[in-house]
């Protein structure tokens, strides 16, 4: 399951780099209050994420986060792996957060360990190849998608 840390910094980088274009910081507070996420907790995963050189920071009147990379150019693997969360579904099988689980005899060859492992590897592939920008693409076209449904269901906004 993916660590509250890491969806939120997801979703603040995602609010971030709607914002991208614009090229100005934005207070904490904004970020917060948009996308429902606690400020302390929020402050301590933007500095995080500042330290590992996603984001920069500016202070005074005018401050506040911004990207320091392009968001096609910040992966979710990354996210994921900075804010502590593991990929893989158990411990074994964890490239970052390797621990033998406790309840399994032989882990070379344990079945269940064998599909986890499998699987790690397939939410690798995905997760590297997605970025923050094909996040928001994804918004956009679900929304389409909904306005669409409502209009054939007769419920245009």
Known sequence: MLPKKSKYAIKALVFLAKKYKQNTPVRINEISETEKIPRKFLEAIL??????????????ANGGYYLLKHPEEIML????????????LLPCVSLNFYEPCEECLYENTC??????????EA???????????????????????????????????
């Open 77 to 88: 693997s990354n996210v994921i792996r900075i804010t502590g969360g593991p990929i893989a």
């Open 47 to 60: 500095l995080e994420l500042r330290k590992n050189g996603l984001l920069g920071s500016r202070m005074g």
């Open 111 to 120: 079945g269940l360990r064998d599909v986890v492992l499998q699987v790690r």
């Open 123 to 157: 939410s690798i592939k995905i997760l590297s190849k997605t970025s923050i920008e094909d996040i928001i693409l994804r918004e956009k076209k679900l929304e389409k998608k909904t306005q669409n449904f409502s209009v054939i269901k007769g419920k245009a906004k």
